[in-house]
C-alpha cells in the first residue's frame, strides 16, 4: 500500500507563495515571524493537476491560514475544515492580496458537504480522529475521477494514516519526501465500510452526566486531568454573564451552570466541533438551563461588549498546530480584561512551568494562587477600577 513514486524535486519552485503577502492570524509581535504557509503547501500546489482544476469545484480542507485559498483563488475553491480562525486568517490574507473574498466560500465541520469537487486538496490534521470524520464526510460527494491529494509533514504521516485512507477512500500511494513532507495520493473506490458514528461518550466521574464529544476535541475519550482539577474550583454564587473560554466540550461550563444558577453562561471556542459538543452537552445533561446558555464559534473574546462579564473560566492553550506559543492565552487575558466589567473575574488554569501568574499580575494589578498540585496552578484576577490621577 505505501508505495513510493517518483518525484522530480528539481521541478518543484523554491516558494510557491513567494508572490503573496500571507500572515497568520491574529496578528502579534511574537507571531510575526512565523511564516503563514509550510512546504505540504507548496508540495501541494505543485502537484495538483491544473487541469483538473479547470473543470470542477475544488474542495480544500484544513487550510491553515488561507495559504492554498490564496494560491488558488481564481478557481473559487470552497475551505472546509473546524477552524474559526482559520476563516478569518483566509479572509484577512485574502485582504492582503488584494484578492476577492467572494472567490473563495467556507463549510464548517459540522455542515455536511454537498458538491462534488474534481480536486480535494488535504492538509493532514493532527488529530486522526478529525482525519477519520473528514474521509467519511468525502465519501458522500467524492467520484473515481475526483483527484484527491494529501499532504503532510512525514513525521506525522504514519502507516495508520495511510490506511485510514484506503480503508475509508480506496488504493493509496505516497511520494518521495519533499522539505520533510509527503503527499498522499487516493483513488476512490468506494470500498465497504461499517456505519460511522463521529461521537464518543463516556460518564463524567461523581455525577450522571454522560458527555459526548465530536472528533476534534481535545481529551476526546476522556476527561483531562487538567479540567478534573479544574472542576473541583469553579466560582459559585455569580450572577450576569460567564463564559467558558476555549470550551472544548463544555465540562467547565456545566459545572458552571451548576454552581451560578442565576447566571448566562457562554460557551465559545475557535472549533466549531467543540462549540457543538459543548450544545449536545448542556441538551443531554442540563436541558432545563438551555435558555441561558450561548454557544458561540469565535476568536477569544472577539465582538464581546467591554464591561459586560462577571466571570471568565479557561484553560488556555500553548500552541498553535504545531507551534509552541503564548501568545494565545496572552489574546485571551487581554480579552478578558477588557470584557470583565469592574470586580468580574478572570479565572484560569496553567502549567506550572509557563508562568501566568506574572502575566495576570502586569496585567490586572493582582492574582491570586487558588489551588496548585504537582502539575497545575489554579489563578485568579479580579478587575479593579482605575485608579484616578492625582492632582
Same mark, same amino acid.
Given at each position: 500500500?505505501?508505495?513510493?513514486?517518483?518525484?522530480?524535486?528539481?521541478? *518543484?519552485?523554491?516558494?510557491?507563495f513567494a508572490h503573496l503577502s500571507l500572515a497568520r492570524y491574529p496578528e502579534f509581535d511574537t $507571531?510575526?515571524?512565523?511564516?503563514?504557509?509550510?512546504?505540504?503547501?507548496?508540495?501541494?500546489?505543485?502537484?495538483?493537476?491544473?487541469?483538473?482544476?479547470?473543470?470542477?469545484?475544488?474542495?480544500?480542507?484544513?487550510?491553515?491560514?488561507?495559504?492554498? $485559498?490564496?494560491?488558488?483563488?481564481?478557481?473559487?475553491?470552497?475551505?472546509?475544515?473546524?477552524?474559526?480562525?482559520?476563516?478569518?486568517?483566509?479572509?484577512?490574507?485574502l485582504q492582503l492580496n488584494n484578492l476577492s473574498a467572494d472567490n473563495v466560500s467556507f463549510i464548517?465541520?459540522?455542515?455536511?458537504?454537498? $458538491?462534488?469537487?474534481?480536486?480535494?486538496?488535504?492538509?493532514?490534521?493532527?488529530?486522526?480522529? *478529525?482525519?477519520?470524520?473528514?474521509?467519511?464526510?468525502?465519501?458522500?460527494v467524492v467520484g473515481e475521477d475526483t483527484q484527491i491529494i494529501a499532504a503532510g509533514k512525514t513525521?506525522?504521516?504514519?502507516?495508520?494514516?495511510?490506511?485510514?485512507?484506503?480503508?475509508?477512500?480506496?488504493?493509496?500511494?505516497? #511520494?518521495?519526501?519533499?522539505?520533510?513532507?509527503?503527499?498522499?495520493?487516493?483513488?476512490?473506490?468506494?470500498?465497504?465500510?461499517?456505519?460511522?458514528?463521529?461521537?464518543?461518550?463516556?460518564?463524567?466521574?461523581?455525577?450522571?452526566?454522560?458527555?459526548?464529544?465530536?472528533?476534534?476535541?481535545?481529551?476526546?475519550?476522556?476527561?483531562?486531568?487538567?479540567?478534573?482539577?479544574? #472542576?473541583?474550583?469553579?466560582?459559585?454564587?455569580?450572577?450576569?454573564?460567564?463564559?467558558?473560554?476555549?470550551?472544548?466540550?463544555?465540562?467547565?461550563?456545566?459545572?458552571?451552570?451548576?454552581?451560578?444558577?442565576?447566571?448566562?453562561?457562554?460557551?465559545?471556542?475557535?472549533?466549531?466541533?467543540?462549540?457543538?459538543?459543548?450544545?449536545?452537552?448542556?441538551?443531554?445533561?442540563?436541558?432545563?438551563?438551555?435558555?441561558?446558555?450561548?454557544?458561540?464559534?469565535?476568536?477569544?473574546?472577539?465582538?464581546?461588549?467591554?464591561?459586560?462579564?462577571?466571570?471568565?473560566?479557561?484553560?488556555?492553550?500553548?500552541?498553535?498546530?504545531? #507551534?509552541?506559543?503564548?501568545?494565545?492565552?496572552?489574546?485571551?487575558?487581554?480579552?478578558?480584561?477588557?470584557?470583565?466589567?469592574?470586580?468580574?473575574? *478572570?479565572?484560569?488554569?496553567?502549567?506550572?512551568?509557563?508562568?501566568?501568574?506574572?502575566?495576570?499580575?502586569?496585567?490586572?494589578?493582582?492574582?491570586?494562587?487558588?489551588?496548585?498540585?504537582?502539575?497545575?496552578?489554579?489563578?485568579?484576577?479580579?478587575?479593579?477600577?482605575?485608579?484616578?490621577?492625582?492632582?
Open positions: 500500500m505505501e508505495t513510493v513514486i517518483n518525484s522530480d524535486e528539481s521541478e *518543484l519552485a523554491p516558494s510557491v $507571531a510575526s515571524s512565523l511564516q503563514a504557509w509550510d512546504a505540504a503547501d507548496e508540495y501541494l500546489i505543485n502537484t495538483v493537476d491544473q487541469q483538473k482544476l479547470a473543470q470542477g469545484p475544488v474542495l480544500l480542507l484544513n487550510d491553515t491560514f488561507g495559504a492554498l $485559498a490564496c494560491e488558488l483563488h481564481q478557481y473559487h475553491p470552497v475551505s472546509y475544515g473546524d477552524s474559526y480562525v482559520s476563516q478569518l486568517a483566509t479572509l484577512r490574507n464548517d465541520s459540522v455542515t455536511p458537504l454537498s $458538491a462534488k469537487p474534481a480536486v480535494v486538496l488535504i492538509k493532514v490534521p493532527k488529530a486522526l480522529a *478529525l482525519l477519520e470524520q473528514q474521509l467519511y464526510a468525502l465519501r458522500e513525521r506525522d504521516i504514519h502507516t495508520s494514516t495511510l490506511q485510514l485512507f484506503e480503508k475509508v477512500l480506496g488504493p493509496t500511494h505516497t #511520494s518521495l519526501a519533499w522539505k520533510k513532507t509527503r503527499l498522499i495520493f487516493c483513488q476512490f473506490n468506494q470500498p465497504q465500510v461499517a456505519p460511522f458514528n463521529e461521537l464518543v461518550s463516556w460518564p463524567l466521574d461523581g455525577t450522571d452526566y454522560l458527555i459526548h464529544n465530536y472528533p476534534n476535541v481535545f481529551s476526546r475519550t476522556s476527561l483531562d486531568i487538567g479540567a478534573r482539577f479544574f #472542576s473541583e474550583h469553579l466560582p459559585s454564587g455569580l450572577t450576569g454573564t460567564l463564559v467558558d473560554l476555549g470550551c472544548g466540550n463544555g465540562v467547565l461550563g456545566l459545572g458552571l451552570l451548576e454552581q451560578n444558577p442565576e447566571a448566562e453562561v457562554i460557551f465559545r471556542d475557535e472549533s466549531f466541533m467543540a462549540v457543538e459538543s459543548s450544545r449536545l452537552n448542556v441538551e443531554k445533561n442540563r436541558p432545563q438551563d438551555i435558555e441561558r446558555c450561548f454557544f458561540e464559534a469565535d476568536h477569544s473574546l472577539a465582538n464581546v461588549e467591554r464591561n459586560s462579564l462577571q466571570g471568565i473560566v479557561c484553560n488556555p492553550p500553548f500552541h498553535q498546530h504545531h #507551534s509552541v506559543t503564548d501568545y494565545i492565552a496572552w489574546q485571551m487575558f487581554n480579552d478578558a480584561k477588557r470584557c470583565l466589567a469592574i470586580g468580574g473575574e *478572570l479565572r484560569i488554569i496553567g502549567n506550572r512551568h509557563l508562568g501566568y501568574h506574572q502575566k495576570l499580575k502586569r496585567l490586572f494589578g493582582n492574582c491570586e494562587l487558588l489551588a496548585s498540585n504537582k502539575k497545575f496552578v489554579i489563578l485568579r484576577s479580579v478587575k479593579a477600577p482605575r485608579k484616578s490621577r492625582q492632582s
